[in-house]
C-alpha cells in the first residue's frame, strides 16, 4: 500500500460522509487520483460505498472501510509509524551534521577574518 491510499484509509476511517472533492483537498492530491485510489481500495475489500440523498436530494456515496479495510489500515498505521519515525531518526542526524558543519564554517570564516571567537 501506497501513502497516498493509506491516508486516504486514514481520512474515510475519520469521517465517512465526505465527497471526493473534499477528500482530495484533505490529502492533497487530484479529484482523478482520489477516485483512482477509492476504485483501487474498493477492488482489494478494504472499501465500500453506500448510496445516499444529500441535502440538495442528489446521489451521493458514503465510503465505509470494511472489517478488512479496518484491519489493513492498524497494520499500516504500524509501518508508516515506523518508516516515518526512521525518517525522522534521519532527518535528526543529518541536522546535527548540517549544525556541526555550520560551526566548523563559521570558525573557519572567524579565522580567515581575523576574529578571535568574541574575545576583544
Partial sequence: MNEAQFKTLRELSEEKEMSQRDLSKRIGLSLGSVNFILKELI???????????NSNHKAAYIYVLTPQGIHERIQQTQYFLQLKMGEYEKLQREIEELKHENMVINGHNDAVNGKDGGAT
Avoid at 477492488?43 to 440523498?53: A, D, E, S
Wanted: net charge positive.
Fill in 43 to 53: 477492488k482489494k475489500g478494504y472499501v465500500k460505498t453506500q448510496r445516499f440523498k
